[in-house]
T-cell receptor, first 115, second 116 residues
Framework: SQKIEQNSEALNIQEGKTATLTCNYTNYSPAYLQWYRQDPGRGPVFLLL?????KEKRKERLKVTFDTTLKQSLFHITASQPADSATYLCALDDDSGAGSYQLTFGKGTKLSVIP | EPEVTQTPSHQVTQMGQEVILRCVPI?????FYWYRQILGQKVEFLVS????????KSEIFDDQFSVERPDGSNFTLKIRSTKLEDSAMYFC??????????????FGPGTRLLVL
């Protein structure tokens, strides 16, 4: 099964700057990689999905890249705002064997945007 | 916008007691999931359910756990004899298609279970 590492547990940035979060996986390249946002005491909320044949995906101020050579995805938030402060989770479809899958999450990076 | 709901939001129980956590998935979704998140740790997959049977389960989902869809709307997780280490946030999720298709999962707000 996959092991997912998100580069840091916490990231502090100034409002207006671009936040860049990293997700690395260890084994085979998944068909899909997803990013979720989680606020304290709440469930994860889906943000973006990127497929293995896509290099980049954008949604408003969010951008995700997927590099299967590096086994890495980068998640960018441009023009960051204090409201972007949350924990961001990387998740991928993990083949648990015999063609069955489960969604496996990284531990997350807690982003704090300082006004 | 449709959303997954869960009850109760908080549950306190004594070790060894049975608990049932309830979820109402989004109505047109076909796949249902339970996850748990121990405080400060990552979200962990427990089980997936499709067509009235378990389609996938993790090592965490042992004989103490069971899931059921007792009617057309509810999806439940039962823990038969709770242990201290079962204390966690439990999330229900649902999706139209299953994992491996790139389908988004929609998560509920969670039930915080505390075993004393």
């Amino acid at each position: 099964s996959q092991k997912i590492e998100q580069n840091s547990e916490a990231l502090n940035i100034q409002e207006g700057k671009t936040a860049t979060l990293t997700c690395n996986y260890t084994n085979y390249s998944p068909a899909y990689l997803q990013w979720y946002r989680q606020d304290p005491g709440r469930g994860p909320v889906f943000l973006l999905l990127i497929r293995e044949n896509e290099k980049e995906k954008r949604k408003e101020r969010l951008k995700v890249t997927f590099d299967t050579t590096l086994k890495q995805s980068l998640f960018h938030i441009t023009a960051s705002q204090p409201a972007d402060s949350a924990t961001y989770l990387c998740a991928l479809d993990d083949d648990s064997g015999a063609g069955s899958y489960q969604l496996t999450f990284g531990k997350g990076t807690k982003l704090s945007v300082i006004p | 916008e449709p959303e997954v709901t869960q009850t109760p939001s908080h549950q306190v129980t004594q070790m060894g007691q049975e608990v049932i956590l309830r979820c109402v998935p989004i109505s047109n979704h076909l796949y249902f999931y339970w996850y748990r998140q121990i405080l400060g740790q990552k979200v962990e997959f427990l089980v997936s359910f499709y067509n009235n049977e378990i389609s996938e389960k993790s090592e965490i989902f042992d004989d103490q756990f069971s899931v059921e869809r007792p009617d057309g709307s509810n999806f439940t997780l039962k823990i038969r004899s709770t242990k201290l280490e079962d204390s966690a946030m439990y999330f229900c999720a649902s999706s139209v298609l299953g994992v491996g298709t790139g389908e988004t999962q929609y998560f509920g707000p969670g039930t915080r279970l505390l075993v004393l």
